[in-house]
């Protein structure tokens, strides 16, 4: 069975950074292609950011373009989103994703092709 848990949300004011982490147990972590989404209240899960197997490829939402980096250490089987120059909009649950594939440049955004999710984790960014 695999286990994600996220870690590294909280209440920050804006301009801030936080730096969320996504722990990975139960599978091959290479190859996991994973991803980052967040939800609003009232709103529906959106991508945020997305990164391959081998790193090689990330891709990122418009609206975190520039602000947020992806990146992976599969030696400690996690994923990061550095979250920086935060925005009160930024404030949602954050969740991480993995998509199980063989294919080790792949990137996924949409939500429904990943196979397993963590439970999130809150941010909060105040004005």
């Known amino acids: 069975q695999v286990h994600l848990t996220e870690s590294g949300g909280g209440l920050v004011q804006a301009g801030t950074s936080l730096r969320l982490s996504c722990a990975v147990s139960g599978a091959t972590f290479s190859g996991l292609s994973m991803g980052w989404f967040r939800q609003a209240p009232g709103k529906d899960r959106e991508f945020v950011a997305a990164?391959?197997?081998?790193?090689?490829?990330?891709y990122y939402a418009d609206s975190v373009k520039g602000r947020f980096t992806v990146s992976r250490d599969n030696a400690e089987n996690t994923v990061y989103l550095q979250t920086n120059s935060l925005k009160p909009e930024d404030t949602a649950v954050y969740y991480c994703a993995a998509h199980v594939t063989s294919d080790s440049i792949v990137v996924v955004t949409d939500r429904l092709q990943y196979d397993f999710w963590g439970r999130g984790t809150q941010v909060t960014v105040s004005s």
């Open positions: 990164i391959s197997g081998s790193s090689v490829v990330t």
